[in-house]
């Protein structure tokens, strides 16, 4: 599964791509871990939180390429 970060996903959808179980879901957002809104009731997660949750330095290896490329045009 490819996880766009655009995209809104629900539970079963971040269990199945997390390989993780439905506790362990529910852990994550209680220990503010993965970042979710309950919608109607229902957790919705947006991807960028998922990206974050596998890989929480990439904002920051992101923020470092924009700094290069901009000091590049000055």
């Known amino acids: ?8 996903y ?3 959808e971040v ?3 997390l390989k993780i179980s439905d506790s362990t879901f529910r852990r994550l957002i209680r220990n503010g871990v993965l970042k979710a809104a309950k919608i109607g ?9 998922v990206l974050q949750l ?5 904002p920051v ?3 470092n390429v924009y700094k ?6 000055d």
């Open 41 to 49: 009731g229902q957790y919705r997660i947006l991807g960028k939180h």
């Open 15 to 17: 269990i199945n791509a």
């Open 61 to 63: 290896k992101v923020k």
């Open 54 to 58: 596998l890989n929480p330095t990439l």
């Open 1 to 8: 599964m490819i996880v766009d970060e655009h995209e809104v």
């Open 10 to 12: 629900t539970p079963q």
């Open 68 to 73: 290069k490329i901009v000091n590049t045009l």
